[in-house]
């Protein structure tokens, strides 16, 4: 399976909904011109198994790449038993 399963390109024509680009980013379509990204997450050591979601901001202003790099940094840091949020 590909770590990363969308597109650009393929962001840009698709409707209204919720997509998967794999390691829990998401990227939340809600009209032509209205989609954000968000990360699913949970934080190693901390015991609760509790699943966390963080917003990494809208589409297009982070694009694709840039909201890649910012949920890889995010899952470091809970990696680490941080809490990327704060």
Same mark, same amino acid.
């Given at each position: 399976?590909? /770590? %990363?399963?969308?597109?650009?390109?393929?962001?840009?024509?698709?409707?209204?909904?919720?997509?998967?680009?794999?390691?829990?980013? %998401?990227?939340?379509?809600?009209?032509? =011109? =209205?989609?954000?990204?968000?990360?699913? %997450?949970?934080?190693?050591? /901390?015991?609760?198994?509790?699943?966390?979601?963080?917003?990494?901001? =809208? %589409?297009?202003?982070?694009?694709?790449?840039?909201?890649?790099?910012?949920?890889?940094?995010?899952?470091?840091?809970? =990696?680490?038993? /941080?809490?990327?949020?704060?």
């Amino acid at each position: 399976m590909a /770590k %990363y399963l969308l597109s650009d390109s393929q962001l840009r024509a698709m409707p209204k909904g919720e997509y998967h680009d794999g390691g829990g980013l %998401y990227c939340v379509i809600r009209g032509p =011109s =209205s989609a954000s990204w968000h990360l699913r %997450y949970t934080i190693k050591g /901390k015991g609760d198994g509790k699943r966390h979601k963080m917003g990494l901001g =809208s %589409y297009p202003e982070i694009p694709l790449a840039r909201a890649r790099q910012l949920a890889d940094d995010a899952r470091s840091k809970a =990696s680490e038993g /941080k809490d990327p949020i704060k």
